[in-house]
Structures are given as structure tokens and as C-alpha cells.
């Protein structure tokens, strides 16, 4: 089997994220925390509650006697992987014109992506769209056997200790900072927390915290970064729009325990050779390309990947839910 290194084998992980850069912003903004794993089910986290404080103590003759042990449940939480694919196909002919264009021709070069090359760009970009849309709305469906549609979940639907009831209502002050203090609690350590926001929600967040400076050209704010006490030491929280988030819901994710995983997937269509150890992590790819046998006068493939989400402890995000979606 080719190796991930030679010339034929690519891996396209990296246009993955780079032509899904504008439609999965968080996606992109993720990326480089990439994992690979060699299981379809993917361990996420180790939850447990250790209870709040208290000043608990004792006396000096019940502390020379014996007592029971404090003891405390370990629950593993999983995700899954899914399986993503995008056929691709152009014919002969269209391969053919590269010198031909419509509208205004001003370049003599003839340069421009062949017509299966388009199409493999598009895919990656519809690949990234949809998982976007499943780091974030994912609905879970664990393995049973190969009929399985097996699908990851989102943050739509693992958060569950820190939320918020709009009931309705716009987007405020006070159901961000109601959130913080949940999430505080919790223990969300705040390291690199952004609010992901549809189009109307983050302006919403323009109107709460913006203020308009004088100026005789320009008027309106666009706020990307705003302060909420109690949100780490900063207290600063970033603003992210993404179009696959909910147009009733916001969420405040923790992204530095976020990531895309991969189950890596054989780099060619050769497969493993009888007698060869395949290793995933080495002779694998995160997203490959498949070239279809030839059955006529076109040239064709799929893309394929396998990516799961490692959210980490989901007390560590929080959402607000059943906002109002228009003024």
C-alpha cells in the first residue's frame, strides 16, 4: 500500500477545512486540533460529580476511629463516528474544453479547474457544510451492526447541565450572564470560550453590548468580543457566526476541549495487502478520494471520510434555548 507520504496518495483533510472555511466557521476554527482514532465509537469524557462545599468536619475522637470510604461514580461518555461520502462525476467532453468560456474572456491562459477538479471542490465544501452542521445539531445513533445509520452528536444535543429557557423571548443581558454563572458552577474553566450565533442572534448581541461611537461616516457596530464578569479571568467571550446553529438557540462552547476526530480510512482503493499489517494512524487518510471504475465516457469518484466530535465534558458548554427569532 502506498504510503500517506507518496505523490498518489492524498489526504484531503486540509481542503477539507479550507474550502468549508466561510460555510463551518467552527469547523475551521477547530481544525487543528484534529485527532484520530482506530474504534468507531469515540470516548469523550469521564463525568462525575463531586458535590459542593461544605465545612465538614469532626471531632478529635471520631477522627481516631475507623469510617466509611467517600467514593465517587465515573460515568464514560461516547460519541460515534459517521459515514460521509460525495459522489463526483464529468464527462469526457467537458474535460475536453478547457479554452472555452462564457461572458467576458480576457484571460488567453486557458487556466481554470478541470471540470472534475470543480466538482471535487464543491463536495469538500458540501462535506464540510454537513459537518458543521453535525458538530453542532448532531443527532446520536450508536452502533448496532452494518444496517446502522451511526450518527454523531452535536452540542445541540449533549449539552444538558448548563441551559437556559428563553421561553420565547429575545436574546439578553440577562440570560447571558444566568448561563455564565451556570457554567461557572459547573466548573467551565473559560479558556477559550466563544458564543456561537446565528445571523439574527448575533445581531442581537451587536444591539446588547455595542455602542455606537461618533462618527460623521459611519454608524452601526459589529460586535465580535464582549465582556461578561465571571467568565474566566479575562471575562471576555467571542462571538462566532455559523449558519448551521439553530435559529433559536446560542451557545457558549468551551472550544479548547473541542475537536473533529477521524477513524482514518485506507488510501487507496487497493485496500490491505494479504499479508501487510495495516496501521491506520500511519498508512491511513481522513478524507480520501475513490476514482469509480470506468463504464463509459466520463471520469468520476467519491469522496469518503469518517469523522466523529470530541466535545470533552459537556457541563464545560452551555446553551440558551427557545429564543424569539425575529424582532
Not at 69 to 80: F, G, R, S
Amino acid at each position: 500500500m502506498s504510503s500517506p507520504m507518496d505523490s498518489d496518495t492524498l489526504n484531503y483533510r486540509g481542503l477539507l477545512f479550507a474550502y468549508g472555511a466561510n460555510a463551518a466557521p467552527f469547523l475551521a476554527s477547530i481544525a487543528s486540533k484534529s485527532k484520530r482514532v482506530g474504534s468507531w465509537s469515540v470516548p469523550i469524557s469521564n463525568n462525575y460529580t463531586p458535590g459542593g462545599g461544605a465545612q465538614t468536619t469532626v471531632s478529635e475522637d471520631t477522627a481516631k476511629s475507623d469510617a466509611a470510604a467517600n467514593t465517587v461514580t465515573l460515568a464514560q461518555t461516547y460519541n460515534v463516528c459517521q459515514i460521509q461520502w460525495y459522489h463526483v462525476e464529468s464527462t469526457f467532453k467537458k474535460e475536453s474544453m478547457t479554452g472555452q468560456f462564457s461572458g467576458l474572456n480576457v484571460d488567453s491562459s486557458g487556466v481554470a479547474l478541470s471540470g472534475i477538479a470543480f466538482q471535487k471542490k464543491v463536495g469538500l465544501q458540501k462535506l464540510a457544510k454537513d459537518l458543521e452542521f453535525s458538530l453542532i445539531q448532531g443527532a446520536y445513533t450508536g452502533e448496532t451492526d452494518s444496517s446502522t445509520n451511526t450518527k454523531m452528536r452535536g452540542l445541540k444535543n449533549a449539552i444538558s447541565t448548563n441551559t437556559v429557557a428563553a421561553g420565547g423571548l429575545k436574546l439578553s443581558k440577562t440570560m447571558i450572564e444566568e448561563l455564565v454563572r451556570e457554567m461557572v458552577a459547573s466548573g467551565a474553566p473559560f479558556t477559550d470560550p466563544v458564543v456561537l450565533c446565528n445571523a439574527f442572534n448575533i445581531q442581537q448581541l451587536s444591539d446588547i453590548y455595542g455602542y455606537a461611537p461618533m462618527d460623521r461616516n459611519m454608524g452601526g457596530v459589529y460586535i465580535r468580543d464582549f465582556m461578561v464578569p465571571g467568565a474566566g479571568g479575562s471575562g471576555i467571550l467571542t462571538a462566532m457566526y455559523s449558519p448551521q446553529v439553530p435559529t433559536d438557540e446560542v451557545y457558549i462552547v468551551e472550544r479548547d476541549v473541542c475537536a473533529p476526530v477521524f477513524c482514518p480510512v485506507p488510501a487507496n482503493t487497493e485496500g490491505i495487502q494479504i499479508g501487510q499489517r495495516f496501521d491506520a494512524s500511519i498508512d491511513g487518510v481522513d478524507v480520501g478520494y475513490y476514482v469509480k471504475s470506468q463504464l463509459g465516457a466520463v471520469v468520476g469518484g467519491f469522496l469518503y471520510m469518517q469523522p466523529s466530535f470530541d466535545y470533552g465534558p459537556e457541563m464545560y458548554h452551555g446553551s440558551v434555548t427557545g429564543l424569539a427569532t425575529s424582532a
